[in-house]
Structure formats: C-alpha cells, structure tokens
C-alpha cells in the first residue's frame, strides 16, 4: 500500500479517537450514577473545612433544606435555604437553589457531589431513634383548631378569664389563643430538625430552625426542643396525645393544639 495514502487515512483515525476520548471523558465519572431517594434521604453535614455549607438535608416527602455558614456585622451566624427536590439520574435538582451533581453514589454514609463549584464531601447524621411513631411524626404540620384543657386552669385565673371575657369565657379564650396561633406549622424530620413557622407583630411570617428528640424515658410521649438562648434541651416542650399519618394532637400547658398533615 502507497504510504502516501496510508498517511491521511492514519490521520483521520487519530481524530477520531481523540473526539472519541473526549466524549467518554466528559462523561466520567457520573454516567453511570443513578440516584434514588433512599439513597440520599437524610441530613449530610459537609466536612470540608471553611465551606460555605454546613449540611444538606432530604425528607422523604421531597423537601429540601440547606443551611449555610454565613458572616455579617454582628459576626458568623447559619442561614437556611428551604424548597422542594426532584431527582434525574446523578442530579438532585432544588428548587430556586442549584443543582447537586452526585460523583457517586452515597455509600457507608459518605457521600461526594459537586455543588454551586465547590467539590464537596459531607458525612450522614445519625437518625432520630427509629419506630412507627417517629415515622408518623416526621413530616410537616399545619395547626387545624385548639382546645384548652379547664382542668389544668387554677380558681384564680377562672375569676381572672370571667372578668375579662364575661359568661362565656372558656369559648372566648379558645378563640383569641386561636387567633394568636393560627399561623403555626411544623416540620420534623428524622434526622431531629425541627421548623417551626409562626408570625410575628406586625402579622408577618418567622421561622424558626431547631433540633427535636423525644423526651428521655417520655415513651415516646413528649418531644422535646433545642433552646438556642439557653444552649440546653427544652425538656417536654410539649405532650404528644395522638399521632397518626393525617393528625396530631399536642398538648402545651392548659392549651391542646390539633394539627393536620400538609
């Protein structure tokens, strides 16, 4: 064969092969990576040092959130980001947030993605302890009504509650506790983070992002709450009467709060 035809032919081979290496290069290493939602559901706290990121977390019901580390002029404090999450082969797209980009498939509670430009490695945080009663507890609640409990109301606050709401004091009071509380909600997860949604003065929407558990040796009765001014577990915040997949039922005090899942 005429080494002068070899020579283009030889040419266009080597070509095609760097186009060829190209493509596969592009594609490592996550074409093959398929995630699921078991496999991410959870809380992740990101390790590497100085990161924007603290941790990223995935309900089962497709909810994200993700809290940063943020800095201003009264000093570094954290920041959340909340939405929802749909999830497309090694993406885990959050809504009106980014993308996370999966390197691989999380494994021996380790998982590796690529978020924002930042090359990340975040480690899983242990769950609330496991039963039926944390599942149905893990998810978000919307107050529904209340009751108050008149049992739980001394002499002294009867007379005090009559003089200021006359006969039908009892009703009176129910419905002014409902006004002021109308707006709460509740998010827990099973990894202990707790959301709670309130408003404020001026009719405003807060939240506030803590940390649940249930109550030590409550039998699963009470939870309890992270009080971040007093650096310490507010013990039996509040009594659980019932729990199911479509109601809760909370006692506080004199006060019972009756909530319906969202």
Known sequence: MNVKNLLPALASLLVMT???????????????VNLTAEDIIGKWDVENVNSKYASFEFTKDGDYIVVENSSGENGTYLSY???TYTINANKIVLSAYGTVEAVKVPENGIFNFLFAGSDLTALKVSNVSSSAKTDLICRSWALDTLSVD???ISEEDRNEYYLEYGENWLQALEQQLYEDNKGISFLF????TC?????????????KFT????????GETAISLWDDENDAWAENYAQVLSVSDKTLELQKGKVIYYYTAK
């Open 189 to 192: 997860t099973k990894a202990g």
């Open 211 to 218: 940390e649940w558990k249930w109550t030590q040796n409550s």
């Open 81 to 83: 980001r909340l939405g």
């Open 150 to 152: 008149s049992l739980q």
């Open 195 to 207: 959301i709670l949604t309130n408003k404020d003065a001026q009719n405003l929407p807060t939240m």
């Open 18 to 32: 760097a186009f060829s290496s190209c493509d596969k290069n592009n594609d490592w290493p996550y074409s093959d």
